[in-house]
């Protein structure tokens, strides 16, 4: 009897831990459930981008369209080919500078005239016909100009004035009505700015680059002697010489000149003229046929250097030193001398001598130019008179 009681309390605990063990499964099993449903609610992942829409924000916001402003703005450029007479020696050591330097080879052997074409870009300034470009693009010993409109048309083009010191050349073709570009305020320009460069490179017409303004103001860079140049990496290649550089409002700012590169082609450096000098030059060739620069008469001015500095006694290395000039020149009768270093200019200070040369130009003819020097580290001031650049014997010279 005792034995049945056990049997039958020790079947009883089994069993009640058997419901009670498929309660506690059930129970945990619900649970989970229960999480795996409100795991999203709990923590909610973010939402699938759609790669469809995401990519036009992207575009929209960082690039902006420049399409209308280019459809309109490659009207007003033009290809331009030059074609001029260049003489060279028949000597077979023509090319070698030792035999030139030291022997008369035109003499000795003659020379003969051969063609060269040169091609590059214009602007349209004018709808009665007025071009600017780049005066390396006209060259010298012109014989004939050919100006290719963005309508096909090809009109033969004359040369109205050039001027080397800034590389720019003023042209003319009898037209009518022609596409051009408005004139920029290139001063307005800030670094990191939007701009488009269009000209011919490689003679491929009408080809629009785009970049921003990489610095404004680059000078001591050897293309010109009034250096003043807006930096672009807007592609500028061969070809693309006396195009236009443009702002996002389709005005012109700029004439592209030329590019540094260590293989000849595109590294992302392009230089170009500002239209506001552009435009001054511009505005003389057309009144003028020349641009009236001031003078102080023959001056070579150069850079200092450490070594130089410390030879004329000078405790700066800003400025110019006078390194050779006429003794007849208006610079020497009014004091200056060989080895002076000219730190200022009207009251500016004189940083290199590509920026004496820049004051010394935009001087007023007629007018009398204050100028400080160190000679032998003492200051000295003199009074120098402003003449026309081309009623001077010669110009600053760097």
Do not use: C
């Not at 022997?103 to 040169?118: H, K, M, P, Y």
């Amino acid at each position: 009897m005792v034995m049945l009681r056990r049997l039958a309390l020790s079947l009883l605990l089994v069993v009640a831990s058997f419901v009670a063990g498929m309660a506690l499964t059930a129970r945990t099993a619900s649970e989970s459930r229960a999480e795996a449903i409100a795991l999203p609610e709990a923590a909610p992942q973010p939402p699938a981008r759609p790669a469809a829409a995401a990519a036009p924000v992207a575009v929209a916001g960082g690039m902006p369209d420049f399409s209308k402003i280019a459809g309109e703005a490659v009207k007003g450029v033009a290809n331009i080919s030059s074609l001029q007479v260049v003489r060279t020696t028949n000597s077979p050591f023509g090319s070698d500078p030792f035999f030139r330097y030291f022997f008369d080879d035109e003499r000795a052997f003659g020379s003969r005239d051969r063609r060269s074409l040169s091609l590059g870009s214009g602007v349209m300034i004018s709808p009665d016909g007025y071009v600017v470009t780049n005066n390396h693009v006209v060259g010298d010993n012109v014989r004939e100009i050919t100006i290719a409109l963005s309508d096909k048309r090809e009109i033969r083009g004359r040369v109205i004035g050039a001027d080397p010191t800034t590389d720019i050349a003023l042209l003319k073709i009898d037209v009518k009505g022609a596409a051009v570009l408005p004139w920029g305020d290139s001063a307005g320009l800030k670094v990191g700015e939007w701009v488009l460069a269009i000209g011919s490179p490689f003679q491929l017409s009408q080809t629009v680059t785009a970049g921003i303004v990489s610095a404004t103001g680059r000078t001591n860079v050897g293309f010109a002697d009034y250096e003043d140049f807006i930096q672009t990496d807007a592609a500028i290649n061969p070809g693309n010489s006396g195009g236009a550089l443009i702002n996002s409002r389709g005005e012109l700012v700029g004439i592209n000149t030329g590019i540094f590169s260590e293989s000849g082609g595109y590294q992302g450096i392009g230089f170009a003229v500002p239209s506001n000098l552009a435009r001054r030059v511009v505005g003389d060739l057309m009144k003028y046929g020349e641009v009236r620069r001031g003078s102080v008469g023959y001056l070579r001015v150069e850079k200092l250097t450490d070594q130089l500095a410390e030879e004329v006694r000078s405790p700066t290395v800003n400025g110019a030193v006078v390194s050779r000039m006429m003794r007849d020149s208006e610079s020497y009768e009014a004091g200056l001398r060989p080895g002076d270093v000219i730190v200022e200019f009207n009251r500016q200070k004189v940083d290199d001598p590509s920026q004496f040369f820049r004051l010394v130009a935009d001087a007023k003819v007629g007018s009398t130019a204050s100028i400080r020097v160190l000679r032998d580290g003492r200051a000295m001031d003199f009074m120098l008179p402003i003449v026309s650049s081309s009623a001077s014997s010669a110009r600053v010279r760097r």
